[in-house]
């Protein structure tokens, strides 16, 4: 992914980030507002790469997208009974199935073969595996802490 690319997607990412933490509170509401940005953040990057919108592999893209949104709004009512992690991770799994989009038009569109197939399983592993670095991220320090904290001191010998 060249340096204009990747700028996009971070700012995109960002974008859907904060409005899924935003709406997190309403049920589903950041996932019908989600949706279009993720639209338009496909159509900005195929213009930019100067494909055709015709040629761009939309049935792909409307199954990451879709299929994004329903593990999203799995999660959202799993999670969004939590108060503080169910905001977190709504902006968490924005992030991470933008990224997941990013990466699959970069490949499909750099390359002139039919671009591969997606898969509900493909699109629930991203996101869980973004939610489970999420959580790893925040609880082992934590947990190392804790250990540090409970070790008893060496005694000189």
């Given at each position: 992914?060249?340096?204009?690319?990747?700028?996009?997607?971070?700012?995109?990412?960002?974008?859907?980030?904060?409005?899924?933490?935003?709406?997190?509170?309403?049920?589903?509401?950041d996932e019908?507002?989600?949706?279009?940005?993720?639209?338009?953040?496909?159509?900005?990057?195929?213009?930019?790469?100067?494909?055709?919108?015709?040629?761009?592999?939309?049935?792909q893209v409307?199954?990451?997208?879709?299929?994004?949104?329903?593990?999203?709004?799995?999660?959202?009512?799993?999670?969004?009974?939590?108060?503080?992690?169910?905001?977190?991770?709504?902006?968490?799994?924005?992030?991470?199935?933008?990224?997941?989009?990013?990466?699959?038009?970069?490949?499909?569109?750099?390359?002139?073969?039919?671009?591969?197939?997606?898969?509900?399983?493909?699109?629930?592993?991203?996101?869980?595996?973004?939610?489970?670095?999420?959580?790893s991220r925040?609880?082992?320090?934590?947990?190392?802490?804790?250990?540090?904290?409970?070790?008893?001191?060496?005694?000189?010998?």
């Open positions: 992914m060249d340096a204009k690319t990747r700028r996009m997607t971070n700012k995109y990412s960002a974008v859907a980030a904060v409005t899924s933490f935003v709406t997190q509170p309403i049920p589903g509401a019908l507002i989600v949706v279009p940005i993720h639209y338009w953040f496909s159509v900005s990057t195929t213009r930019r790469r100067g494909v055709p919108l015709l040629k761009a592999p939309w049935l409307s199954k990451i997208i879709w299929g994004g949104a329903t593990v999203r709004l799995f999660a959202n009512f799993t999670l969004g009974l939590i108060p503080v992690a169910g905001l977190f991770s709504n902006a968490v799994t924005a992030v991470a199935l933008t990224e997941l989009l990013a990466r699959y038009l970069d490949s499909a569109l750099s390359n002139p073969a039919s671009p591969p197939e997606v898969s509900m399983k493909a699109i629930k592993d991203a996101l869980q595996h973004s939610l489970g670095a999420w959580r925040r609880v082992w320090p934590a947990i190392r802490r804790a250990f540090r904290r409970s070790a008893p001191a060496p005694t000189p010998a």
